[in-house]
């Protein structure tokens, strides 16, 4: 079955940094962009990153850009977030999505893991 | 950055239903619009892309319609498994951005 299975997140302080990670099951990882999407408790969705196929393009939201680098390794079929310098508004559910074709719309997505930035 | 607006909030509707729903772009997107179902404790579903088209797996009661800065959502007659938040997305520029949502819910 095609799925992504998000881990990493967790508790941490204000400031700290966090890694996610995200595997990619049964389809060609780098034939394809991938984004992170999060969702804060009770809230809607909030675009975070994305990565182009290739790997040469990355796009950031401003709310994260400068913090946080989104990169992938392709021989391991793993999408990351490395999320430094974290805020109390940074907590949410993170989601990994597969953007489908070209289109930067996101076909495919995990089940999200919980990034909660405490003191 | 495109600012999507969603109305309503929510739409308090039965069973067999017609429900329909509005997304409005600050800025003309052409037709890249998208449209997510998401249900509590699940990832969100791509339901329509570029405004009209149905993603793999998609009942025919869902239908999207519209361009510019004025898109629909319509379900021509709700089932249970319907009531959720609906997201609107859209992929003309970037940021993407999301829509605020409209829940669905059951009158």
């Known amino acids: 079955e095609v799925q992504l299975l998000e881990s990493g997140g967790g508790l941490v302080q204000p400031g700290g940094s966090l890694r996610l990670s995200c595997a990619a099951s049964?389809?060609?990882?780098?034939?394809?962009?991938m984004s992170w999407v999060r969702q804060a408790p009770g809230k809607g969705l909030e675009w975070v990153s994305t990565?182009?196929?290739?790997?040469?393009?990355?796009y950031y939201a401003d709310s994260v850009k400068g913090r946080f680098t989104i990169s992938g390794d392709n021989s391991k079929n793993i999408l990351y977030l490395q999320m430094n310098s974290l805020r109390v508004e940074d907590t949410a559910v993170y989601y990994c999505a597969k953007v489908w074709g070209n289109t930067w719309y996101f076909d495919l997505w995990g089940r999200g893991t919980l990034v909660t930035v405490s003191s | 950055e495109i600012v999507l607006t969603q109305s309503p909030a929510t739409l308090s509707l039965s069973p067999g239903e017609r429900a329909t729903l509005s997304c409005r772009p600050s800025?003309?997107?052409?037709?890249?619009l998208a449209w997510y179902q998401q249900k509590p404790g699940q990832a969100p579903r791509l339901l329509i892309y570029d405004a009209s088209n149905r993603a793999t797996g998609i009942p025919a009661r869902f239908s999207g319609s519209g361009s510019g800065t004025d898109f629909t959502l319509t379900i021509s007659s709700l089932e249970p498994e319907d009531f959720a938040v609906y997201y609107c997305?859209?992929?003309?520029?970037?940021?993407?951005?999301f829509g605020p949502g409209t829940k669905v819910e059951i009158k």
């Open positions: 049964r389809f060609t990882f780098s034939s394809y962009g």
């Open positions: 990565i182009s196929g290739s790997g040469g393009n990355t």
């Open positions: 800025q003309s997107v052409s037709s890249y």
């Open positions: 997305q859209q992929r003309s520029n970037w940021p993407l951005t």
